[in-house]
């Protein structure tokens, strides 16, 4: 079976992975874990451990259990408890820490009791937080502060220095495609990157590398941006000619959600053939959103579809 590799943060890699394990891939996920919001922030300061949030959301992706076992997890107290706005993924997982010390020894726990397809491992086990860093030298410290800031990041980089997790170092060795996911490329794919130890990792494997592109540009973040500049945005940190292969929507978004996502700051984000060809990426194109309580996401199964026939098509 073939090794695939996927580097993402929360939602956005989520939603690929409900499709990738419906197909016969080894995948490995690593999650980014500079999420500092919300319930995980909270966790993260009373308890000083690393980020919970992105990596159980991923988790309950993988999972295979039915869905009443997943709402449950999925479960969210009220704002006026005492545990208010903390899920019961996050609280179990927090427990699994302080009883286990790290992840390594606390994911298959949690991986067996929800019966996950595939691996899951954090990018560290460190407790840290992600910097951005203005066009004007300031820094702002957290990754939702930089979501919100809505100012220009020319830079980014950790609190302090990071311990890559040495299972994310094998799994990539032995891997047949590295996948860098959809969702914010400064919050989701930027925490991997940006770490020197994973740029010579990538840049050294054997496997192909591919890019889901996100299907609207993110305000502040990615204004304008055709599906080539988000290339160039990842190939800044991994080197020119990195990614092979590019994953694409090529379909009109429907004129209500295009309208809503234009008030929001957001525009479809349109395939430059020419320049991609100029870069020798191989596009897949296909019609790939749905509106989902609406917003618009990446169709998970015709998405995993065109990962695992791109995966199988030299075979």
Same mark, same amino acid.
């Given at each position: 079976?073939?090794?695939?590799?996927i &580097?993402?943060?929360?939602?956005?890699?989520?939603?690929?992975?409900?499709?990738m394990?419906? &197909?016969?891939? *080894?995948?490995?996920a690593?999650?980014?874990?500079?999420?500092?919001?919300? =319930?995980?922030?909270?966790?993260?300061?009373? &308890?000083?451990?690393?980020?919970?949030?992105?990596?159980? %959301?991923?988790?309950?992706?993988?999972?295979?259990? +039915?869905?009443?076992?997943?709402?449950?997890? !999925?479960?969210?107290?009220?704002n006026?408890?005492?545990?208010?706005?903390?899920?019961?993924?996050?609280?179990?997982?927090?427990a699994?820490?302080?009883?286990?010390?790290?992840?390594?020894?606390?994911?298959?726990?949690?991986?067996?009791?929800? *019966?996950?397809?595939? %691996?899951?491992?954090?990018?560290? $086990?460190?407790?840290?937080?992600?910097?951005?860093i203005?066009?004007?030298? /300031?820094?702002?410290?957290?990754?939702?502060?930089?979501?919100? +800031?809505?100012? #220009?990041?020319?830079?980014?980089?950790?609190?302090?220095?990071?311990?890559?997790?040495?299972?994310?170092?094998?799994e990539?060795?032995k891997?047949?495609?590295?996948?860098?996911?959809?969702? +914010?490329?400064?919050? =989701?794919?930027?925490?991997?990157?940006?770490?020197?130890e994973?740029? $010579?990792?990538?840049? !050294?494997? %054997?496997a192909?590398?591919?890019?889901?592109?996100?299907?609207l540009?993110?305000?502040g973040?990615t *204004?304008?941006?055709?599906?080539?500049d988000?290339?160039?945005?990842?190939?800044?940190?991994?080197?020119?000619?990195t990614?092979?292969?590019?994953?694409?929507?090529? +379909?009109?978004?429907?004129?209500?959600?295009?309208?809503?996502?234009?008030?929001?700051?957001?525009?479809?984000?349109a395939?430059d053939t020419k320049?991609?060809? !100029?870069?020798?990426? $191989?596009?897949?194109? #296909?019609?790939?959103?749905?509106?989902? $309580?609406?917003?618009?996401?990446?169709?998970?199964?015709?998405?995993? /579809?065109?990962? &695992?026939?791109?995966?199988? #098509?030299?075979?």
């Open positions: 079976m073939k090794k695939v590799v &580097f993402g943060g929360g939602s956005g890699m989520s939603q690929l992975l409900k499709g394990i419906q &197909f016969p891939m *080894d995948i490995t690593v999650v980014s874990m500079s999420d500092n919001g919300t =319930s995980t922030g909270r966790l993260r300061e009373e &308890f000083s451990i690393p980020a919970v949030g992105d990596i159980t %959301k991923v988790l309950m992706a993988m999972s295979t259990e +039915s869905k009443g076992v997943k709402d449950l997890f !999925n479960y969210r107290f009220s006026d408890s005492s545990i208010g706005n903390h899920s019961i993924k996050n609280l179990i997982m927090t699994l820490l302080e009883m286990k010390g790290d992840f390594a020894h606390s994911l298959p726990i949690l991986c067996d009791l929800l *019966d996950v397809k595939g %691996k899951l491992l954090p990018i560290t $086990e460190d407790n840290v937080d992600l910097i951005g203005t066009k004007e030298g /300031y820094e702002i410290i957290g990754e939702a502060e930089i979501t919100e +800031s809505k100012r #220009e990041i020319v830079d980014l980089k950790y609190s302090k220095k990071v311990k890559v997790t040495p299972k994310v170092l094998e990539i060795k891997a047949d495609l590295i996948i860098f996911s959809s969702g +914010s490329l400064l919050t =989701s794919i930027s925490p991997h990157i940006i770490i020197p994973i740029q $010579e990792a990538v840049r !050294n494997s %054997k192909r590398k591919m890019y889901i592109c996100n299907m540009t993110q305000p973040e *204004d304008g941006f055709k599906v080539s988000h290339i160039k945005y990842l190939e800044k940190y991994l080197g020119a000619g990614i092979n292969a590019v994953i694409a929507n090529n +379909s009109k978004i429907p004129q209500n959600m295009a309208l809503l996502a234009k008030s929001e700051g957001k525009d479809p984000v395939i320049a991609l060809q !100029n870069m020798d990426i $191989e596009i897949l194109e #296909e019609k790939l959103f749905k509106v989902e $309580e609406g917003y618009i996401r990446h169709n998970s199964l015709k998405t995993a /579809y065109l990962i &695992f026939s791109y995966l199988i #098509e030299d075979e």
